[in-house]
């Protein structure tokens, strides 16, 4: 059976200090300590892989690489525009604790990715056509792939998020942590959810952490 691993990257420093980080923005991977990356690398090293994805934007690149290298993988990482994080539009960069107190109405639609008017003239990204681009993306690696063959998957916890509720129609997805795994099985057309936000292997993690656009 074929199955996509689906990896959130790693934390940034703007995910320590709870700014709104989407398509638009980027802040630095601080790689100081590799442990949890290893840790992560060490788990997947368990399963044959043939491709590698990653999203455009520079975190999950990065993260992509450094897990890749220590699995001491040297497959080509192909680079898919539809696995990029949504977009915040001016939320970009903004503190959560700000925009809930001075925006709470609007920062709870946005956490519930329900599209509004106010939303999207922010510069906020469309959430229906976001979940289509994720999952078409995601059809079109499992198109790519032959029966019984892995493909590890890099991306963010917003967009994951509700590309695999798109895919599986799941709707009951919590918020992923920074350098989970998600597997999604493919079979006749159809992806099944295998795991969801594994971080087991991870020696330390936050039971508080989350994505920083949800309550």
């Known amino acids: 059976m074929k199955r996509l691993f689906i990896i959130r ?7 320590l200090a709870k700014r709104l980080q989407g398509a638009g923005a980027d802040s630095q991977l601080p790689t ?8 992560l690398a060490q788990y997947l090293a368990a399963y044959p ?23 001491g993988l040297t497959l080509p990482i192909q680079s898919l525009v539809g696995l990029k994080e949504l977009s915040f539009g ?5 503190q959560r604790a700000d925009l809930i107190a001075t925006s709470p ?7 519930h990715r329900e ?28 198109a790519s792939l032959g029966e019984n063959e892995n493909v590890l998957v890099f991306s963010h916890g ?12 799941n709707e009951n997805l919590l918020g992923l ?24 292997y991870l020696t330390h993690t936050d039971l508080d952490e989350g994505n920083v656009s949800i309550l």
């Not at 990257?9 to 995910?15: E, F, L, M, R, V």
């Open 49 to 71: 892989f043939t491709q590698v994805y990653t999203s455009p934007i520079a975190r999950a690149q990065q993260t992509a690489t450094i897990v890749t290298e220590a699995m």
């Open 115 to 142: 599209n509004d008017p106010a939303l999207q003239a922010l510069g906020v990204e469309d959430f229906d056509q976001a979940r289509s681009r994720f999952r078409k993306a995601l059809q079109q690696i499992a």
């Open 177 to 200: 942590k920074n350098l989970s795994t998600s597997i999604l099985a493919v079979h006749e057309g159809r992806f099944y959810l295998d795991v969801y936000n594994q971080t087991a």
């Open 32 to 39: 100081a300590d590799l442990t949890g990356y290893h840790q």
């Open 105 to 111: 109405t609007l920062f709870a639609k946005l956490s």
């Open 90 to 94: 001016q939320w970009e960069g903004k």
């Open 158 to 169: 917003g967009i994951s998020q509700l590309g695999i509720k798109a895919a599986t129609g």
């Open 9 to 15: 990257h790693g934390k940034t420093a703007w995910n």
